[in-house]
């Protein structure tokens, strides 16, 4: 009995240091994480009012300058993830030992601290787009807010119209890009028309801010009364607003792009228009009295052609009448033959008949003359068994 309350108590021991074991965690800290950019904090960014502000790595290294950096303290021995949207998370920083560039990193990370209490990693973005970044360890959810801030201006890119009417004005827009296709505001950008074949209302404009203009600048040139083009190159007004050298792994600078406009000269094209009308009209003339005179010459070939052949069909018409009068003479003088012969035949037929009639009245005659006389000798000797004469 002893040894089993021995043991009873034992297991619920054992029991009871599990459950503390257990429940040891939950009672532990909850994570905490401090935001830094290049050594300087960001309490703000908590909030999507207030994203903490990231310049785009634009030299293609992702360094202090460039990358928000993440502490979360934790309990010992638990997992950090975070995970980027419009951003991207890498572990360590640009060195010329370990290059971490605009294609590094991704976006979702797991740090596992091991026997520390600490998790860190750096987030870096390319947009000006807001990203979301979200941290979480043992049910603690964070969420901070971050977004780009757009580099020097690395490309320009015109849309014009291929074409414009003498005199007219047309409006040219120029769009001014970093180096990661995001689009810079308030910048001046300078246009110069080539050999003054063109003019312009302002040689200067400066890109927009607002939701309609963001990033872009429109000129106005009136192009040349006279003249075939108009030529008008763009570039960035001060330099330093624009990048100076092509980035390894970066789009080369596109800083010096032109518009051609071609002038046209609408009474020019007009006229030019109605000739070619008055040629083709001229033309379509031509072929119609062509086609009229080869429709004529057929019908005249047509009806020469029908005229002959009735001539023919008529001849042949005659010939054909002719051999049937022929062929109804030969066929009446072939009845008139054919009855002539019957008739003698049937004649010839006929005395023949008569003459066997006769021949054979003649012989029955003689036949009922022998056969009474045989009669009356057998009647004379036979008189109860007498024969009738035949008559």
């Known amino acids: 009995m002893n040894s089993l309350k021995k043991i009873a108590i034992a297991v619920v021991a054992a029991m009871t240091m599990t459950m503390t074991l257990i429940a040891t965690p939950a009672s532990a800290a909850v994570m905490t994480v401090a935001v830094s950019l290049d050594g300087t904090a960001n309490t703000t960014n908590s909030s999507i009012a207030t994203p903490a502000a990231l310049p785009v790595p634009a030299d293609n290294t992702v360094d202090s300058a460039d990358a928000l950096r993440f502490i979360a303290t934790v309990v010992t021995g638990t997992s950090v ?3 980027c949207t419009n951003c991207t998370i890498v572990s360590a920083l640009h060195t010329a030992a370990a290059p971490v560039t605009s294609v590094s990193g991704s976006s979702s990370l ?12 750096y987030v870096y973005t390319k947009t000006t787009a807001i990203g979301t970044v979200v941290v979480t360890n043992q049910g603690t959810t964070l969420t ?24 007219t004005k047309q409006d040219i827009v120029v769009t001014a890009t970093d180096s990661f296709g995001n689009k810079v505001s308030g910048k001046s950008l300078t246009a110069t028309v080539f050999a003054a074949l063109g003019t312009l209302d302002s040689s200067t404009a400066t890109t927009g801010s607002a ?33 100076t050298a092509d980035i390894t792994g970066l789009p080369a600078r596109a800083l010096a792009p032109f518009a051609e406009i071609t002038v046209r000269d609408l009474v020019g094209e007009l006229a030019a228009e109605k000739a070619a009308l008055a040629a083709e009209k001229a033309a379509r003339a031509a072929e119609k009295a062509a086609s009229d005179k080869a429709l ?20 042949a018409a005659v010939k054909a009448a002719a051999e049937i009068a022929i062929l109804k003479a030969d066929a009446v003088t072939a009845k008139v033959a054919a ?22 009245a003649a012989a029955l005659a003689d036949v009922k003359k022998a056969f009474n006389a045989l009669a009356k000798k057998w009647n004379a000797k036979n008189p109860t068994a007498r024969v009738k004469y035949i008559k």
Not at 110 to 121: L, Y
Not at 155 to 167: E, I, Q, R
């Open 296 to 315: 004529a010459d057929a019908l005249a070939k047509a009806t020469a052609d029908a005229a002959a052949l009735k001539v023919t069909t008529d001849a």
């Open 110 to 121: 797991t740090i596992a601290t091991g026997t520390g209490t600490t998790a860190t990693f």
């Open 339 to 360: 009855d002539k012969a019957l008739a003698d035949a049937n004649a010839a037929a006929k005395v023949e008949l008569d003459a066997v009639k006769a021949a054979n």
């Open 144 to 167: 901070y807010y971050v977004q780009g801030t757009a580099g020097k201006i690395n490309t320009l890119a015109v849309s014009a119209p291929a074409s414009g009417a003498a005199g």
């Open 81 to 83: 993830s975070a995970t």
């Open 211 to 243: 939701l309609s203009d963001f990033g872009t600048a429109t000129f106005k040139v009136t192009l040349p009364s006279t003249g075939t083009r108009s030529l008008i190159t763009f570039a960035p007004t001060t330099a330093g607003d624009a990048t």
